[in-house]
């Protein structure tokens, strides 16, 4: 049965990929297919000069301009400007994207896109698709991913199912560190500040002959703050300290065929607090260990002068986390392990003038191993909850540029699960770009999301899970004003998700499912398909360049994400601001002289959980003020201070967990 239906899923996609094969005389250049490549090339018809290049919506470099989803790009002049030392509080001035975290830096960090929940969000490094399979949701923390080397961030919203599969319900995080252009050249950022923090960054590379290579390396220290809030409790400061180091090498073999190399490692350590007999938060000398390494291995074919490209390629993801309590008689208190192996094939063809199609087969195996010891050294240790999932898929989406400025774009993929069989999904799209200025979007794509081996198969898990679903449309308008000088743009959309997995607390739940399965031993919950959500929104954006010097940008988002249950009061989902704006404005003295910014952040009200009393607790609306000033010391080399909530604003974005308050820092940026 499983081979009938990847059979079943072939078939669909040979309609696209047939057609391609038959035409493959076309006189265009396809990009390279690969989310990580350098967005330099379009895919079908030449981008008009100046056009944005995006990655993640086609994993392939395509304008901005033939995509029919929202999407926001952060290049490295952004990211530059900006400064935020994290990859998830970059995000989070963005579009459609809260966070939430539980402390200060280090500790666990989620983000949300559209109001879905964080592990519907997936994360793209180099691209090679991450996640833990030995977390709850699979989400991938946020919390040790720092700004870097990522030279471009592309934040894609909504329902991306049928290019990057299970979890991408909510959209798409995709981080690229850079290439280098010349023989030679180097990169280093230094700064530091606020309750002792440290970052300092460095990176070299060059191309010598059919060699390009790259390496980077970051070391981050804070004395960080009480992530209990100090209101609850919180007196100790709860440090952190990651190292991490990023690396890509491509070697040109023949003409037309590559190979590539990708690696990154992060090491952190957080100091987080714990739980007194009561499950109720305390100050404690607990500590947590995380380390993540991923690996890519790939080999890039292109043939009839480029025009049919395909990449080969192999990727391994490994999370290991480990939590330790010094107070107890068995320091160690948690034991995590999950590791992904995935082989993938991908090709892009340009077909005609204008007309071009990415397709490819996936096979991802993924392990979990987790083990939570007992406190006392004469309780004998367990044996681990482990269990392993496979998934083999294929895909193929058509982008084609029918009439001067207006793209259709077309997508299937089959899911093959060895535990939940065949999943078949869909997408279509448009996008028309108008020569007044306008362009206009509309989409609509399905979303899959397998339970986690977590919610499976630990001492919580359920087997009776089903998949949760999803479903997504949207569309927008954007015009611009003085040749792109003047943008402002609008967008609304929709999502619904059916089965989506939570939390059932014991007795209140099915009696059956209240034990450990397999003994008689008691448990006070587990997973279940008890939510249907229902979520829809408008994000409106606006950009403003008065010349060289100034600028002026800013969004706002609504966003109602809301439990639609069976027997359900519809409410807010917890911790997601129904209300969420951004301002910025940057100046320029002159073009070798300093520079000044800031940035406001404004959250509206979110709800939690209050574990004291299991109610419904409400946080409160929050606004953070940033400033920055820069100063060259020579064209590559800049000095820069900045200060983060200025107002020194106290506010939560989890119930009981303590924020950062006013932040200075200062520090060099060098580019050689």
């Given at each position: 049965m499983k081979n009938h239906r990847l059979l079943a899923g072939i078939a669909l996609?040979?309609?696209?990929?047939?057609?391609?094969?038959?035409?493959?005389?076309?006189?265009?250049?396809?990009?390279?297919?690969?989310?990580?490549?350098?967005p330099t090339v379009d895919a079908g018809e030449p981008a008009p000069a100046g056009a944005i290049l995006v990655t993640a919506a086609t994993r392939t470099p395509t304008?901005?301009?033939?995509?029919?989803?929202?999407?926001?790009?952060?290049?490295?002049?952004t990211i530059d400007r900006m400064g935020d030392l994290s990859v998830a509080d970059l995000l989070v001035r963005t579009p459609g994207v809260s966070l939430?975290?539980?402390?200060?830096?280090?500790?666990?960090?989620?983000?949300?896109i559209r109001g879905a929940e964080a592990d519907e969000t997936v994360v793209v490094i180099d691209g090679v698709k991450l996640n833990d399979p030995s977390s709850i949701g699979g989400a991938y923390n946020f919390a040790n991913l720092l700004t870097g080397d990522a030279s471009r961030i592309?934040?894609?919203?909504?329902?991306q199912s049928t290019l990057w599969g299970s979890q991408a319900i909510g959209g798409v995080v995709n981080v690229v560190t850079p290439l280098p252009e010349r023989a030679l050249e180097g990169s280093v950022d230094l700064e530091g500040g606020s309750r002792d923090t440290v970052s300092a960054r460095a990176a070299a590379g060059g191309r010598t002959g059919p060699l390009a290579w790259r390496v980077g390396g970051q070391t981050f220290y804070t004395r960080g703050i009480s992530a209990l809030a100090p209101a609850y409790g919180g007196r100790e400061p709860d440090g952190y300290r990651n190292q991490s180091v990023a690396g890509r090498a491509v070697l040109d073999l023949a003409t037309g065929i590559s190979a590539d190399v990708r690696g990154y490692f992060s090491n952190g350590r957080t100091d987080t607090d714990g739980y007194d007999a009561n499950f109720q938060e305390i100050d404690t000398p607990s500590y947590a260990l995380n380390r993540e390494f991923v690996g890519y291995a790939g080999l890039n074919v292109a043939l009839f002068d480029g025009r049919f490209r395909n990449r080969f390629a192999y990727t391994y993801t490994n999370t290991d986390r480990d939590d330790y309590d010094p107070t107890l008689e068995r320091a160690q208190t948690f034991d995590g392990t999950g590791r992904n192996h995935r082989l993938e094939y991908q090709g892009t063809l340009a077909i005609v003038r204008g007309v071009d199609a990415v397709f490819g087969a996936e096979n991802e195996v993924s392990r979990f191993r987790t083990l939570a010891p007992p406190a006392s050294l004469s309780a004998a240790v367990p044996a681990p909850d482990q269990a392993r999932a496979e998934i083999t898929s294929v895909y193929g989406q058509l982008n084609a540029q029918i009439l001067t400025g207006?793209?259709?774009?077309?997508g299937v993929r089959y899911d093959d699960h060895n535990r939940f069989g065949g999943q078949t999904l869909f997408s279509g799209g448009g996008v028309w770009a108008l020569p007044t200025g306008t362009v206009i979007r509309a989409s609509y794509s399905e979303g899959f999301k397998a339970p986690t081996l977590y919610q499976l198969f630990s001492i919580y898990g359920n087997q009776a899970l089903r998949p949760e679903r999803a479903k997504g449309w949207e569309a927008g308008v954007e015009q611009r004003f003085l040749d792109g000088a003047v943008t402002l743009g609008g967008t609304y959309f929709e999502r619904r998700t059916r089965d989506r997995i939570d939390f059932a607390y014991c007795p209140a739940a099915t009696p059956s499912l209240c034990v450990i399965p397999g003994t008689t031993t008691p448990r006070f919950g587990y997973y279940s398909n008890v939510i249907n959500a229902f979520a829809k929104g408008v994000e409106a954006v606006g950009h403003v360049s008065l010349g060289a010097r100034l600028s002026l940008d800013a969004n706002y988002s609504w966003i109602a994400s809301e439990d639609r249950s069976p027997g359900a009061v519809p409410q807010q989902l917890l911790r997601r601001p129904r209300n969420t704006a951004n301002a910025s404005a940057n100046y320029s003295v002159s073009d070798t002289g300093p520079s000044f910014g800031a940035a406001v952040r404004w959250s509206g009200e979110t709800f939690d959980f209050n574990n004291t009393d299991f109610s419904r607790t409400r946080l409160s609306p929050?606004?953070?003020?940033?400033?920055?000033?820069?100063?060259?010391?020579s064209p590559d080399v800049q000095v820069f201070v900045r200060a983060e909530n200025v107002l020194d604003e106290s506010y939560r974005t989890i119930f009981q967990?303590?924020?950062?308050?006013?932040?200075?820092?200062a520090g060099l940026r060098g580019r050689f």
């Open positions: 996609i040979l309609p696209v990929l047939l057609p391609a094969a038959a035409v493959a005389q076309a006189t265009v250049t396809a990009g390279a297919p690969d989310a990580a490549a350098a304008s901005i301009d033939r995509v029919p989803a929202s999407i926001t790009v952060l290049d490295k002049t939430s975290r539980n402390g200060g830096y280090g500790t666990a960090t989620q983000v949300r592309e934040v894609l919203r909504g329902v207006l793209t259709l774009t077309g929050y606004t953070l003020v940033d400033l920055r000033a820069e100063y060259p010391l967990y303590g924020t950062l308050g006013r932040s200075i820092y």
